[in-house]
């Protein structure tokens, strides 16, 4: 359906109030309500200082207001997730993770807020009394699959490092917010009245629905105080509210105490936790005549290989010469960029985990990276479909781990943020499944990211699984927050991220081609239909494509199918504007976000 204008009408008019920034936050929430469900027209944005793209007009305003009072791209950052946390629960939040990658000017750092397997968990924790795989819904619902959550912690160390403004100053949209209540949109009210199993928690249906089991309407406003006062508690003592004490304890025990599927956690994994910096990936790609460095997060998240590996290899097929037809990509592309993908799936089913725990190919992970490798994997994409590609070997060594089979995977909000100096990020932050693992804990979700590990520990020849559960390990993830620089004056580009499970990948390598290889604008590419595989048949967008495409790709043996692909892109790129440097917005049709900035 097509909204009538809210979310197009709230930007301009919070855009509309751009001055002078003062060095102090006073937040007021607009009265404007959150966009509807369905596909929404957005024309994109320009902006000339700043800019915030989030999943929730609500998010992105705090983020813009933050950055008006001075703050940086991470105090934006850590405003929008706080608020995401109210008004996009089934998505992300404070009980869940996040992987942000954050650009100062100088450097690129990886800040590693997965979650992680209790101490007390084992690689057969997904595992039936017969021994096989539990139905991945038995193993979602529940307290089993609830990780440690990481996603404050994570941010609480990237703010002490490049924040501005006092910690506690970013908690004020949220708490306001939490407080005063905010009015449910379409789409939040659309999911939880097709949601099956949040109503079983007792205090998150005593939140989300009526007495008659009938969710909440459009419009009514919906006050969340027990989250308000958690957020109280972190803004004025830190994560350690979070990870220690009564809030803690409400946590373990609402995991270890579910009637029906409880779970591990204990107080102490959740002391315990510790968030990582990693080594971002980067690979140099050549599009348009131009010359891009795009990075990307490195293992526990697959997104950054698999994104750089199929990139990679495009570049050596034509597809780098094949313009859009009619505004989309033809077969000929298509079929190129999922031959690609079924490759780069391939080696992501067999490498990819937690690096703590599991040894990259060759010795380093950017071994799947390198150009030699990706010409050698490219030269097996022929005329015809491979259906199902094997994974390569990208050093002297044969792996001893079995490939992961497939699992459902679903969930996660992005948000790309440029500060006025310069400062960028692309955060990607997630519970997992939609509404999580369906536990609330004091006004707030808890996600279900054990089950992002391979329930199967090992297959029938008894080779272990890379993504295998293992105490203390952070489960493979598909997110893929993303920054691209120009070459050679290492000038930032872009930012870009979706949610999306698996999918993660093809939303946000679709919007990187469409930028800098077709020249769109961020609106342009992430408003083009959805397409990948995963290693498996291709999968288009419902009713984006001509009949004659899926015609052809079929000629060319490869299994079609048509489905709803419903991404949630983010993405900021530097533009021109009458010779003027400016930041060019997009946010996907098919969700609610906006971007906004001065």
């Not at 807020?113 to 021994?131: H, K």
């Not at 690096?355 to 190919?361: E, L, T």
């Not at 391979?454 to 993504?467: C, M």
Request: charge should be neutral.
């Amino acid at each position: 359906m097509r909204a009538p204008i809210a979310v197009l009408a709230l930007a301009a008019l919070l855009a509309a109030c751009a001055g002078p920034a003062p060095r102090n936050l006073r937040y007021e929430p607009p009265d404007q309500p959150e966009a509807a469900s369905g596909t929404i027209d957005k024309p994109g944005w320009t902006t000339r200082r700043t800019a915030v793209a989030a999943a929730n007009p609500l998010a992105t305003d705090a983020g813009h207001q933050v950055l008006r009072a001075g703050g940086s791209a991470v105090d934006a950052a850590i405003a929008v997730q706080m608020v995401l946390t109210l008004v996009e629960p089934q998505s992300s939040g404070i009980g869940g993770g996040a992987f942000l990658l954050h650009w100062d000017g100088r450097r690129v750092q990886a800040y590693d807020g997965r979650e992680t397997a209790p101490a007390a968990a084992d690689e057969r924790l997904f595992l039936a009394a017969d021994g096989r795989p539990m139905p991945f819904v038995e193993a979602v619902v529940g307290g089993r699959a609830v990780g440690v959550p990481g996603a404050v912690r994570m941010l609480e160390l990237a703010h002490r490092e490049h924040g501005r403004l006092p910690w506690a100053t970013l908690f004020q949209p949220a708490i306001r917010l939490a407080e005063d209540g905010f009015p449910i949109g379409s789409r939040l009210h659309t999911l939880l009245k097709a949601e099956q199993h949040l109503r079983k928690d007792p205090v998150a249906a005593a939140y989300f629905y009526r007495a008659d089991g009938e969710p909440h309407a459009v419009g009514t406003r919906l006050r969340n105080p027990q989250l308000a006062a958690v957020l109280r508690r972190i803004a004025a003592d830190g994560s350690h509210a979070l990870h220690e004490g009564d809030i803690a304890q409400a946590i373990v025990e609402k995991v270890r105490s579910h009637p029906t599927n409880p779970g591990r956690l204990t107080l102490a994994d959740l002391a315990g936790y510790q968030p990582r910096k990693r080594e971002a990936l980067c690979t140099d790609w050549r599009a348009q005549e131009r010359d891009w460095r795009v990075c990307g997060f490195p293992p526990p998240s697959s997104g950054g290989i698999a994104v750089g590996q199929i990139l990679g290899m495009l570049a050596h097929t034509p597809a780098t010469t094949l313009p859009l037809q009619d505004g989309l990509p033809s077969a000929d592309w298509l079929h190129l960029y999922t031959e690609a993908a079924r490759l780069a799936f391939a080696d992501r089913a067999q490498y990819l985990g937690d690096p703590d725990f599991v040894q990259p190919p060759a010795g380093r992970w950017a071994s799947l990276l390198d150009p030699a490798y990706l010409a050698q994997r490219a030269s097996l994409i022929g005329p015809q479909s491979m259906k199902v590609a094997q994974p390569g070997q990208p050093g002297a060594l044969r792996t001893s781990h079995a490939p992961m089979p497939d699992q459902p995977e679903s969930g996660t909000s992005h948000i790309s943020i440029v500060d006025a100096d310069g400062n960028a990020l692309a955060l990607t932050t997630t519970i997992e499944d939609q509404f999580g693992a369906r536990q609330m804990v004091r006004g707030f979700l808890l996600n279900n990211e054990l089950t992002d590990f391979s329930f199967a520990p090992a297959d029938a020849q008894g080779r272990p699984v890379a993504n295998r559960v293992e105490p203390g390990k952070r489960p493979r993830s598909s997110m893929a927050p993303t920054l691209v620089f120009e070459q050679p004056s290492g000038r930032l580009a872009m930012s870009a991220g979706s949610p999306g499970g698996a999918w993660i990948i093809h939303y946000t390598a679709k919007t990187l081609v469409g930028v800098l290889q077709w020249g769109l604008t961020p609106q342009q590419a992430v408003g083009l239909p959805n397409f990948g595989s995963l290693n498996g048949p291709t999968l288009l967008e419902d009713k984006r494509f001509p009949a004659s495409t899926l015609e052809a790709l079929r000629a060319r043996g490869a299994e079609v199918r048509e489905q709803p692909l419903t991404s949630g892109l983010q993405a900021i790129s530097r533009g021109q504007v009458n010779g003027e440097p400016v930041w060019l917005g997009g946010a996907d049709p098919r969700r609610e976000g906006v971007v906004l900035g001065d």
